[in-house]
């Protein structure tokens, strides 16, 4: 991808000011803090055409927050029940999708990569940008199956007039096991984005900067979790002339409107999807046979 200041970071690397003498041959003797090495100019530029990548995966992670966050609550006015004596503690739920990784992530390197592969040819059997943008989509479809789920429980708490129940004491007719399937398709959507994020940073930056590289996918985690709080915020400031104050207002989840929420959430993960397939077809995977670039590295 080619950036417009690209022109810009070339003059990094340019002396705007030789050192010339007049009967001497000497060498510029530029500070390194006014000057670059060519290297250290295409570095950055490679970091650079990745940061829209990146940006697109923040979102995702925003919806993992969300995820995790009221499915704790939901859990609380749900049926925990095993067995008749074990009750799975709602704060738990988190753990799902790591349980789906678990199976998951083996089936899909031995089995589902193989197979693709003798289709496409590629090692890794998808791109690594492939393989994000699938993530990306599987997330907005976990939000909406979040938000189909929601409308199930606030629809059995209705049935049963316990809209004013109290959570755990008082517990919904509906098992908990409900919040499995948007656990289940988000760990898919995991397997694709999370690993292939990795795995594109790694392969396509440079020999020197590759550990470097790989906290993107962290730092794209952790702006996710600090946004949701901000965009939790938001979603009740722009609501609070609603009958019911705002959408995520309240202790009583049952008289919110988190499906509502989970909407919005898959609706933008929609977006950003499309923004992402904007951003993926304008970017270009380094050559292979280059000294830096990784094993395994292909062209779309």
């Given at each position: ?8 970071l ?41 940061v ?26 749900m049926?925990t ?74 629809r ?107 909407l ?18 304008r ?18």
């Amino acid at each position: 991808m080619k950036f417009p200041f690209d022109r810009f970071l070339d003059k990094a690397a340019i002396d705007s000011k030789p050192d010339m003498k007049l009967g001497k041959s000497e060498a510029p003797s530029t500070s390194p803090w006014k000057l670059c090495r060519v290297t250290q100019v295409e570095n950055a530029k490679i970091l650079l055409s990745m940061v829209p990548i990146f940006c697109c995966t923040i979102i995702m992670t925003l919806c993992l927050a969300q995820l995790q966050t009221f499915s704790i609550e939901q859990g609380y006015t749900m049926d925990t029940k095993v067995t008749k004596h074990f009750h799975i503690p709602p704060a738990s739920l988190p753990f799902i999708p790591i349980m789906f990784l678990i199976v998951l992530v083996p089936i899909y390197d031995r089995i589902f990569v193989p197979v693709i592969r003798k289709f496409t040819g590629i090692p890794t059997g998808v791109t690594h940008l492939q393989r994000i943008g699938v993530g990306l989509i599987l997330a907005s479809v976990s939000m909406a199956v979040a938000s189909i789920v929601e409308v199930k429980r606030k629809r059995v708490a209705n049935d049963n007039n316990m809209l004013d129940a109290f959570p755990v004491i008082q517990p919904l007719p509906i098992s908990t096991f409900w919040l499995s399937f948007q656990y289940f398709i988000f760990g898919i959507a995991d397997i694709f984005t999370y690993i292939g994020l990795l795995q594109f940073f790694y392969s396509e930056a440079p020999k020197g900067l590759k550990s470097t590289s790989t906290c993107f996918l962290w730092t794209s985690m952790a702006l996710g979790y600090f946004l949701s709080t901000i965009v939790v915020k938001c979603i009740n400031g722009a609501t609070k002339h609603t009958k019911s104050g705002g959408w995520l207002v309240g202790n009583n989840i049952n008289r919110n409107h988190l499906n509502l929420f989970y909407l919005f959430l898959s609706i933008v993960s929609l977006i950003n999807f499309f923004v992402y397939l904007f951003v993926s077809k304008r970017y270009k995977y380094r050559p292979q046979g280059t000294k830096v670039s990784a094993d395994g590295s292909s062209k779309e």
